[in-house]
């Protein structure tokens, strides 16, 4: 049908787009031996297309697996702050040239039940796609808290607003129109919302342009008993 046509020719304009690059990053770099500074330059610009087409392909790999019902995902008491941490901190790495402030707010007692693998890079997939937006100097706050019988993880960008056109469809794996950008592989969204939904969970978005977005994740919090059990094993 028609959207999957329009995913396929994304995902294809996706993959050459950068593989060119590659290649002519490639020749320069060959023509460039006599002048090591210019080459180096040119080999780090091959590596930097190479690693974006092997993140698009594992991306396109995971979801064609998950459509598939073929990815186990463990079930075990994970602890959300730990996860958070590892994500807020490479976060703050790859938001260093911009200067960019990460900050997390979380309690440590916090656990929901789930695969600790998957549910990072759900997390991971939100702020990289945050990080890429952002502006220069901006803010990213990670903030856990208790809402009733689930855990609510927000994501506040600051100055990063999505048009209010984009919402509806921003995790849709068939809508790549959100003038000009995308998640750095243009599935991290939709990925992020497959693992949350195999979680038992939600994750929403509220935005306001030129102002800020906010990505809300929620979890099913576990009983208390089963709380203790998941920290005796940290």
């Not at 900050?103 to 890429?132: H, R």
Request: with cysteine.
């Amino acid at each position: 049908t028609r959207e999957p046509s329009l995913f396929l020719r994304s995902m294809l304009h996706n993959l050459k787009t950068p593989l060119f690059s590659l290649v002519g990053y490639a020749d320069m770099a060959a023509a460039s031996l006599d002048q090591p500074a210019q080459a180096q330059r040119f080999l780090a610009k091959v590596s930097d297309k190479a690693q974006y087409v092997s993140r698009l392909l594992d991306r396109l790999f995971l979801l064609t697996q998950m459509d598939a019902n073929q990815v186990m995902f463990q079930q075990m008491p994970v602890r959300l702050e730990e996860l958070l941490e590892n994500v807020a901190e490479t976060a703050r790495l790859k938001g260093r040239e911009k200067d960019i402030q990460v900050s997390l707010t979380a309690q440590p007692d916090a656990f929901c039940m789930g695969d600790p693998l998957y549910l990072q890079q759900a997390f991971q997939n939100i702020t990289d796609n945050a990080v890429e937006h952002m502006e220069q100097g901006g803010r990213l706050e990670i903030a856990l808290r208790e809402n009733g019988p689930c855990w609510n993880i927000a994501f506040a960008v600051d100055g990063c607003g999505i048009a209010i056109e984009d919402l509806p469809r921003i995790f849709d794996r068939y809508y790549s129109n959100h003038h000009g950008k995308r998640s750095s592989s243009g599935l991290g969204l939709t990925i992020a919302k497959e693992i949350v939904a195999h979680h038992n969970g939600s994750i929403t978005v509220a935005s306001q342009p030129e102002k800020g977005t906010v990505f809300t994740i929620r979890l099913p919090r576990l009983a208390e008993t089963d709380e203790n059990q998941g920290a005796e094993k940290m």
